[in-house]
């Protein structure tokens, strides 16, 4: 992690343990994570159900309090604060709005709890209306809206306490596919404007990476990885997270020669050569990551080749399943035109770009 | 890895007296537990095992005659048992799946007996089928001796029947109809899809109005005093046992040995029926319920239907009848006298009083139930279970046994004696001659003890049925534990804490068994009241006590649901929005 920058939030050494439901045993929902969140940054926790990314988002809140370690603010400890005195605020998957109130009175709530004048509570309340763009819903209630738009009073709520910190819980989805896409877009924006430090929880890679400085992939209870977005897709560490993030093709190759940092392998029948991120020497049997986009297909005979097994139209681009001596590969072709369409049984060359492959070491 | 086990327990502990309003609150309910439930069923059973107590349960346990009772309360609690289980499935089944007439009015009627002072039912149906009866030997010319088995079996279903009626009928209604509809597409008939989907789906339902009919019966004081004969049950016995000779050890032995049953059920509800239930409420059924359409059998439990609607309203119309007429069925000249008895003559103290302390009661309960049901719900701490097992344990026990227990508990005033201090009076005696507040407060402590169950259920219901991220939201906005219970939980809950405070209050004016023991010459009490009338052949004195004592129900049903509302605020405008 870098160190040159300070952590506006911290998680030092976080763990929280529940008691299995039967009562025997235990659980380790997050299991000794630490990380830091800097100044207005957008950080995402993203992982399979179970991996403890909510468990995580709960303890910064402080609906949960760690079994272990310390989470400090601004360098104050504040893992035993109680989370209505933590200057944080929460946007909910099940949008959690006050059924009984009205769409105004939901959003003043904050404010009235911090005994704010009535005079500025209004301003405050149709600054925030106005900037989610529900200017004339103030006196609706929230079984009277559409989703989108519950969830934005949701966000609306949040905002105008201006938390220290925004915390988001799955908020999109409960949305439909084209809302989620567009929430997601008005979400960065709005978190950008405001450069409000937030951290979201999403088990969606796509959101994850649309959204985020930096994403935190989680798997049972520990960070996986950390990074931006690109960095996590392009140079996964692990063959969880590139199996997690986007989708990809694992091909066992062993190591010719090692040079400097770059070792020589024999991939699909080309020779070529790769970065290193660990130690390896000729003869070590790794795994390369081959993304379904970076492989090509080509009626070629002198490429290897390949069998078509099964494939799909998608208007925008084609996909396959291909069958190379008894492995299965995804590929996706972006450029489906006449001539690049291939059918089920065909046989095809196929290779791939050698810059996108990456070596794991298993 | 050990040092984080023992922290957990210790973090959660943390929380809870991090926040001092939960905190205190925790320890006030705690408290009344132990002092208003725990100690006087426990003093009690305490009673029972001295050596004294031994030897008594030695000899009843080996006697003929009280093998006898002990058999008669079972018998008997078996027999209203299946009968109010059946007549509630019944009902209930009409006005779910079949489409009649009047449907809207016999549900009404099938409510009344919730409202029903004791004695009043039993009372009319004496006049009504009694040796004497109007109906039996003024229509029919039989001298029927209506007491006993029968006449209680007869008066306990009606009484108790609702129970299992209000049950089954919300659990039918929330069952899914596209069972039916897949059970037909199957190719399933009427009469089978009853047998094969509809009953085993409510068997849970069905074993626990059965269990909770069970319950209320044996434990029922007021119609075996009326309508038992020579059929003795144990709560009259131990109601003879303390009014009669004064023997409270013997007393607290019987109510052990009645203990049992009423415990053992409990028990079998709490943790083997709630765990087989099959019924989940998704809160969106998918289509409405088919319906019975074949002609005869629709007509047949319509004509069931209507009778039971028509029985109850005679049965009300004799008390009014009763109440309004110098000796019904001897003298009918109308008249006010027994009205001006109990407003203006001899029961006006006791009207006052009851009312007055079911008044005091009623908002402490309904306040009460609603908080441990948030706790229970809610909150995560050691002892979650026990404390709704012990606030349930208020209505788990019969009546009869809260009162005895509080006669060994509180006729005496509870001290510690500490150095330097001396003697500290910790409660003051509640109960008997010389009792603060004449003895009212231990009245209002039962009153509270048998009315918080209900209004903890409700709680409970109503609660699960709230995301708790909605509560979330507002402490995540910065509002405290207290601050969300008033603005968010106390409002969303509204339905459930109306209900509980209307049960609250209607269960303390009626409420016999368990304050039979407690009333004292300064503060009286209407059901006590009716009692003394009816033992005194003076009908029309108690019937015009239960008219008014509807009547007060009835008021306070309006002004509390003026003064609470029934509704959130959130579905108004669920049906105009929609």
């Known amino acids: ?362 | 890895m050990n040092n984080l086990i023992r922290g957990r327990p210790i973090a959660e502990f943390r929380r809870i007296i991090q926040d001092p309003v939960l905190f205190i609150g925790l320890i006030l309910v705690v408290v009344f537990i132990i002092v208003a439930i725990l100690s006087p069923i426990y003093m009690m059973v305490e009673e029972s095992l001295t050596e004294k107590g031994q030897e008594l349960f030695d000899r009843y346990l080996n006697s003929p005659v009280y093998r006898t009772i002990i058999r008669n309360t079972l018998e008997m609690g078996l027999i209203v048992a299946a009968l109010g289980t059946t007549l509630g499935f019944l009902l209930a089944y009409i006005q779910v799946k079949v489409d009649v007439p009047f449907k809207r009015l016999m549900h009404i009627t099938y409510l009344v007996p919730i409202i029903s002072p004791p004695f009043a039912v039993a009372t009319a149906v004496l006049l009504l089928f009694g040796r004497n009866g109007m109906i039996s030997r003024g229509w029919f010319g039989i001298r029927y001796d209506i007491y006993g088995l029968d006449g209680l079996s007869l008066v306990l279903t009606l009484s108790y029947f609702t129970v299992a009626y209000m049950n089954l009928k919300g659990m039918m209604q929330a069952l899914d109809p596209a069972l039916d509809e897949a059970a037909t597409n199957l190719g399933a008939n009427k009469f089978r899809i009853f047998r094969t989907v509809t009953v085993p789906m409510l068997i849970p339902g069905i074993a626990g109005s059965f269990l909770l009919l069970f319950v209320e019966a044996i434990a029922d004081l007021g119609n075996p005093l009326v309508m038992g004969g020579n059929y003795e049950v144990l709560s009259t016995r131990i109601y003879v046992s303390i009014v009669g000779l004064y023997n409270t050890t013997a007393a607290a032995v019987l109510s052990v040995i009645l203990l049992v049953p009423s415990l053992l059920v409990f028990m079998v509800q709490r943790y083997w029926i709630s765990r087989t239930s099959v019924v989940s409420v998704t809160g969106k059924p998918t289509g409405t319920p088919q319906q019975i359409t074949h002609p005869l059998v629709r007509w047949l439990l319509f004509g069931a239907g209507l009778f039971v609607s028509l029985f109850i309203l005679l049965i009300y119309g004799t008390i009014f009848a009763g109440a309004f007429t110098k000796i019904l069925n001897i003298n009918n000249d109308l008249t006010l006298d027994h009205f001006d008895f109990v407003i203006n003559g001899y029961g006006s103290e006791a009207m006052k009083d009851t009312t007055k302390l079911a008044a005091i009661a009623t908002p402490v309960a309904g306040l009460l139930g609603m908080v441990i049901a948030f706790l229970v719900v809610r909150k995560r701490f050691m002892g979650r279970a026990a404390l709704d097992f012990a606030t349930m344990l208020g209505i788990a026990v019969p009546g009869t046994i809260i009162g005895i227990g509080y006669l060994l508990v509180f006729n005496r005033p509870n001290e510690i004696t500490l150095p330097l201090l001396g003697t500290i009076t910790l409660i003051p005696k509640l109960t008997g001659g010389r009792a603060i507040f004449g003895g009212a407060g231990a009245i209002v402590l039962v009153f509270i003890v048998r009315s918080v169950p209900a209004a903890l259920r409700s709680g409970v219901a109503a609660l699960s049925q709230i995301d708790p991220s909605i509560e979330e939201a507002s402490i995540s906005l910065g509002a405290d534990n207290i601050g969300t219970f008033r603005r968010i939980t106390l409002p969303l809950i509204r339905p459930a804490f109306f209900s509980g405070l209307v049960y609250a209050f209607a269960r303390s004016m009626t409420t016999i068994s368990a304050i039979i023991f407690l009333t004292t010459s300064r503060t009286k009490i209407m059901t006590h009241q009716i009692l003394n009338e009816v033992e005194n052949g003076r009908y029309g004195n108690a019937f015009a006590y239960c008219v008014i004592l509807i009547g007060i129900v009835l008021v306070a049903i309006v002004i509390l649901s003026v003064a609470v509302g029934t509704t959130t605020g959130a579905e108004k405008t669920m049906e105009g929005g929609a």
């Open chain 1, 1 to 362: 992690m870098a160190n040159d920058q300070v952590g506006s939030l911290i998680l030092d050494n976080i763990s929280k343990i529940f008691p299995q439901r039967d009562g025997q045993g235990e659980v380790r929902a997050v299991d000794d994570v630490s990380l830091a969140i800097y100044e207005g940054e957008f950080l995402t926790l993203l992982g399979p159900s179970g991996c403890g990314k909510t468990t995580t988002l709960r303890l910064i809140s402080g609906f949960e309090m760690p079994s272990a370690g310390r989470i400090l603010l601004d360098g104050k400890d504040i893992s035993h604060r109680p989370p209505n005195k933590r200057d944080m605020a929460m946007v909910f998957q099940s949008y959690a709005l006050f059924p009984h109130m009205t769409v105004f009175n939901n959003i003043a709530y904050g404010l009235r709890v911090q005994h704010v004048s009535r005079s500025e509570i209004k301003a405050r309340v149709e600054k925030v209306l106005d900037l989610m763009s529900l200017p004339t819903l103030g006196e609706r209630r929230p079984n009277e809206l559409s989703g989108g738009q519950q969830q934005r009073v949701a966000l609306a709520r949040s905002l105008v306490v201006e938390p220290r910190v925004l915390l988001f819980d799955e908020p999109l989805s409960n949305l439909d596919a084209k809302l989620r896409v567009q929430m997601r877009s008005e979400i960065r924006n709005i978190q950008r404007r405001l450069n409000i430090t937030s951290v979201y929880v999403t088990h969606d890679q796509v959101e994850a990476m649309a959204l985020s400085d930096r994403v935190v992939v989680m798997n049972e209870g520990k960070i996986a990885q950390l990074g931006a977005p690109e960095e996590i897709y392009r140079h996964p560490q692990s063959r969880f997270v590139a199996d997690f993030i986007g989708r990809a093709n694992f091909l066992p190759v062993t190591v010719d020669s090692v040079t400097g940092e770059r070792a020589d392998i024999t991939l699909l029948g080309q020779n070529m050569s790769s970065a290193l991120t660990f130690d390896a020497s000729a003869g070590n049997r790794l795994t390369a990551v081959l993304r379904p986009e970076a492989l090509l297909l080509k009626n070629d005979p002198d490429l290897k080749q390949a069998t078509v097994k099964q494939a799909m139209y998608l208007g925008a681009s084609s996909e396959y399943i291909v069958d190379v001596d008894g492995q299965e590969l995804i590929v996706v072709e972006s450029d489906p035109s006449a001539e690049q369409i291939f059918r089920e049984g065909q046989s095809v060359g196929i290779s791939f770009v050698p810059e996108t492959v990456h070596l794991l070491t298993q």
